[in-house]
C-alpha cells in the first residue's frame, strides 16, 4: 500500500502512511490535529476516528 490522502468532509485533513502494517495518520489540517501521528488499521477507521473527535469537539464547544 502507498501514501493516500486522506478526505472528510470533501476536504483533505491529512494522509495515511503504511508501516508496521498499520496506517499512521499524518494530520494536514488543525482541527483533526489531535489524531495526527496515531496508528490505524483501515483508512476506514481513520474515517470513525475522526466523525468521533469533531463529535466531542463540538459538543464541548457547545458546552461552553
Known amino acids: ?3 493516500q490522502a486522506v478526505i472528510f468532509g470533501g476536504q483533505e485533513v491529512g494522509i495515511a502512511v503504511p508501516g508496521e502494517g ?5 494530520a494536514v489540517r488543525f482541527h483533526v490535529i ?3 501521528n496515531q496508528l490505524f488499521d483501515t483508512v476506514t477507521d481513520i474515517h470513525q476516528a475522526i466523525k468521533r473527535h ?3 469537539t ?3 464547544k457547545a458546552a461552553a
Open 22 to 26: 498499520r496506517l499512521r495518520f499524518i
Open 34 to 36: 489531535d489524531l495526527d
Open 54 to 56: 469533531l463529535a466531542v
Open 58 to 60: 463540538r459538543s464541548s
Open 1 to 3: 500500500m502507498q501514501r
